[in-house]
Protein backbone atom coordinates (compact mmCIF):
# COMPACT_ATOMS: atom_id res chain seq x y z
CA UNK A 1 0.00 0.00 0.00
CA UNK A 2 1.32 3.10 -0.76
CA UNK A 3 2.10 5.74 1.69
CA UNK A 4 0.21 8.81 0.01
CA UNK A 5 -3.09 7.60 -1.75
CA UNK A 6 -2.84 9.52 -4.90
CA UNK A 7 0.61 7.53 -5.99
CA UNK A 8 -2.14 4.57 -6.61
CA UNK A 9 -2.84 6.01 -9.49
CA UNK A 10 0.75 6.03 -10.79
CA UNK A 11 1.65 3.04 -12.76
CA UNK A 12 5.35 1.83 -13.40
CA UNK A 13 4.57 3.22 -17.45
CA UNK A 14 1.56 4.84 -17.17
CA UNK A 15 0.02 7.82 -14.80
CA UNK A 16 -3.61 8.42 -14.43
CA UNK A 17 -3.53 11.59 -14.83
CA UNK A 18 -7.45 12.62 -14.98
CA UNK A 19 -7.76 10.39 -11.63
CA UNK A 20 -4.94 12.18 -10.11
CA UNK A 21 -6.20 15.76 -10.55
CA UNK A 22 -9.86 14.75 -9.24
CA UNK A 23 -8.45 13.21 -6.46
CA UNK A 24 -6.79 16.64 -5.72
CA UNK A 25 -9.92 18.71 -6.14
CA UNK A 26 -11.57 16.43 -3.42
CA UNK A 27 -8.94 16.71 -1.12
CA UNK A 28 -8.22 20.54 -1.71
CA UNK A 29 -11.61 21.39 -1.75
CA UNK A 30 -12.73 21.41 1.88
CA UNK A 31 -9.93 22.98 3.13
CA UNK A 32 -10.71 25.78 0.45
CA UNK A 33 -14.14 25.98 2.13
CA UNK A 34 -13.12 26.12 5.37
CA UNK A 35 -10.97 28.99 4.77
CA UNK A 36 -13.30 30.93 3.21
CA UNK A 37 -15.59 30.70 5.68
CA UNK A 38 -13.00 31.49 8.47
CA UNK A 39 -11.39 34.13 6.21
CA UNK A 40 -12.10 37.08 8.02
CA UNK A 41 -10.77 35.88 11.15
CA UNK A 42 -7.67 34.57 9.95
CA UNK A 43 -6.75 38.14 8.41
CA UNK A 44 -8.00 40.13 11.62
CA UNK A 45 -5.37 37.67 13.39
CA UNK A 46 -2.27 38.49 10.56
CA UNK A 47 -2.97 42.37 10.87
CA UNK A 48 -3.32 42.21 14.99
CA UNK A 49 0.07 40.76 15.01
CA UNK A 50 1.73 42.93 12.59
CA UNK A 51 4.92 45.13 14.03
CA UNK A 52 4.43 48.34 14.98
CA UNK A 53 6.74 50.70 12.92
Same mark, same amino acid.
Given at each position: MPLFPLESFK? #??HTDWNLT? #? #?TV =??? #?? +?? =? +??FFVQKAFVEGV &? =? &?GVKG
Open positions: G #AHM #A #A =LVM #AP +VI =L +VF &T =L &T
